[in-house]
């Protein structure tokens, strides 16, 4: 195409002469300046060029980097490579060998995206982030995204829609909200990592992970700051009671003390409230990751402990007593991944005791079909919701619409070894997910979240709505 060609193809004569106009309206001090910045925003955005990269995750394995260029800016994402190595007491042979087989997965992704996905995305507008989408999902037709991958997919996608924001001149979580169809954005409340264990942790707690949820805060920079007050007094406790040995942190940053049983873990941060003076004011989560503890149709309490005692082999029903004592005795509202991945029956007979939050992790995946056999059978009443178990934005966004339609909460989750991209921040704001779970107050790649949600609710201002006590309701 001539000049001569383009100039008329985008009309840039009239154009120009609004540009001049406008600048005379505004007084503007730099007109040309001015009118440069005007003609800048009046050209179409286009997408000329997509790079990727590998970089690094939060625990030193392979990721995925991408950069979308257009004909006006570069847009960076990344996201946590698949298979991303998880447990603290895997041996180094083994870690070495899966840090390889990550590797060589990450370099195959970043191939493909520099070569066939960069192809395919030229000349798309970066607003219309659907059908960018779906020309991602049509390069990967594989069952579970397994020939490009979720986590590239993921990055390409979330650059994109970093791109369709800088285009619309609006914040990353105004455009994600517009993508949602929401008129109102909502500051999620953070459920805080305070203790790791499971496979997160060298400790001998079975579990993965326990949370604090300051409800009762009145804005999310207070409860930010409740949280991470609470940290650093467990911190203390811990000392005193367990020795400066147990102050070591587990994969999402909590703390790993000396302990083997929920309520030690539970009674440690109790201290830790009350100490901070928020007693009330903050409430409890638990992950189980059940998953990585289930032997056949029992639950092995005791699956990292060297010398077993066999008193802490558990029946399903065994642990529906073990929640149902744990939520009389605490203020515990939320219980991620009780069960089996695949234990859809004793999942519903907890969630139907309605005791609190039953949050589905593996037993959901964030896939579709899941999700709606979960809610026909009242299996759980929440979504933890990892991006990169989708593959795409937009296919995130229909997840969380889905277990929004439900009535359900939806946790807006990272992921083992994430990266320091913060945009499950935005997703969470502008999807008024009222939750989200990005680790403790402590690792580079938790902060980032947590600190893009800080500044977000100081541009929102007097419009920045905290979710506090209706963190499960709130946008419904």
């Known amino acids: 195409m001539s000049v001569q060609e383009y100039l008329e193809k985008h009309l840039l004569s009239r154009k120009i002469e609004e540009a001049v106009n406008a600048a005379v309206r505004a007084k503007a001090p730099d007109p040309v300046l001015f009118i440069a910045g005007h003609m800048r925003r009046a050209a179409p955005a286009v997408i000329t060029r997509v790079r990727a990269r590998q970089i690094l995750d939060g625990h030193g394995a392979p990721a995925v980097e991408v950069e979308l ?17 998880e447990g603290a007491a895997a041996d180094s042979a083994g870690a070495s060998e899966r840090r390889k087989i990550l590797a060589r997965a990450v370099a195959d992704a970043v191939r493909v995206i520099n070569d066939k996905v960069s192809e395919a995305l030229v000349g798309m507008d970066p607003q219309q982030q659907a059908q960018i989408d779906q020309a991602i999902m049509d390069l990967d037709k594989a069952r579970h995204k397994a020939d490009l991958g979720a986590n590239a997919m993921l990055a390409v996608s979330i650059a994109a829609c970093k791109a369709g924001a800088a285009e619309k001149e609006v914040p990353l979580y105004k455009h994600i909200a517009d993508l949602v169809g929401k008129s109102a954005t909502t500051l999620p ?20 992970e326990i949370m604090i949820l300051p409800v009762g805060a009145k804005n999310f920079e207070e409860a930010m700051q409740m949280g991470s007050e609470t940290y650093h007094h467990l911190k203390d406790i811990i000392l005193e009671k367990c020795g400066s040995d147990s102050c070591n942190i587990g994969d999402h940053g909590g703390f790993a003390p000396n302990i083997s049983s929920i309520s030690e873990g539970l009674d440690l941060v109790i201290a830790a409230i009350e100490r901070a003076g928020y007693n009330g004011r903050i409430k409890l989560a638990i992950d189980v990751a059940a998953t990585d503890f289930c032997v056949g149709k029992k639950y092995d309490l005791e699956f990292k402990s060297t010398k077993k ?3 802490n082999f558990k029946t399903a029903d065994d642990m529906i007593e073990i929640y149902s004592q744990l939520c009389s005795e605490y203020p515990l509202v939320s219980i991620e991944q009780p069960f089996d991945k695949d234990d859809w029956e004793h999942s519903k007979k907890l969630t139907t005791l309605e005791l609190c939050q039953v949050a589905g992790d593996d037993l959901l995946m964030s896939d ?20 990169n178990q989708v593959g795409t934005v937009t296919e995130a966004i229909e997840v969380l619409k889905q277990a929004k339609d439900a009535h359900w909460g939806v946790m807006v989750s990272h992921r083992s070894g994430d990266t320091e991209d913060s945009f499950i921040a935005d997703l969470a704001v502008g999807a008024a997910a009222g ?38 309701t709130h946008g419904l």
């Open 189 to 208: 409340v953070p459920a805080i990592t305070v203790i790791n264990g499971g496979k997160h942790a060298g400790n001998g707690l079975p579990i993965q």
């Open 309 to 311: 005692s066999g008193q």
């Open 69 to 85: 260029h257009t004909n006006k800016a570069v847009h960076r994402a990344s996201a946590a490579g698949s298979g991303a190595l």
């Open 368 to 387: 579709p079909e899941r999700i709606k056999r979960a809610v026909s059978e009242y299996t759980c009443n929440a979504l933890v919701l990892k991006a």
């Open 435 to 472: 939750q989200i779970k990005a680790g403790a107050p402590c690792r580079g790649e938790c902060l980032t979240k947590y600190n893009q949600l800080l500044r977000i609710e100081e541009e929102l201002g007097s419009e920045g709505v905290y979710a506090g006590e209706n963190w499960r």
